[in-house]
């Protein structure tokens, strides 16, 4: 059984910072794609970032593209969401998704609530 279990939200100053972090056990993250996304109040979920196995290849939303920066360390089955220069419309409840190679992403996790006050 995978489980991802995510962790870093809370409140935040307009402008300011926060780290997530996605921890996944229960099978090796390293071969697999990671990703982020996210869900606001009343809105969709919508995808935030996207990170590779070993790494590369990352790709962004345009909306956080320049503020935001997915990575992940192997060695500790840990993917992050670095999140700078935040905004209110950043405020959503964040997940993180795990793509094993089944169609669409295969694992998620509960979420972790971000709040952006102006």
């Known amino acids: 059984q995978v489980q991802l279990v995510e962790s870093g939200g809370g409140l935040v100053q307009a402008g300011g910072s926060l780290r997530l972090s996605c921890a996944v056990s229960g099978r090796t993250s390293s071969r697999y794609a990671m990703g982020w996304f996210r869900q606001a109040p009343g809105k969709e979920r919508e995808f935030v970032a996207v990170i590779g196995p070993t790494g590369g290849n990352a790709n962004y939303a345009e909306s956080v593209k320049g503020r935001f920066t997915i990575s992940r360390d192997n060695a500790k089955n840990t993917v992050y969401l670095q999140m700078n220069s935040l905004k209110p419309d950043d405020t959503a409840v964040y997940y993180c998704?795990?793509?094993?190679?089944?169609?669409?992403?295969?694992?998620w996790g509960k979420g972790t609530l971000v709040t952006v006050s102006s």
């Open positions: 998704a795990a793509d094993y190679g089944g169609p669409g992403w295969d694992y």
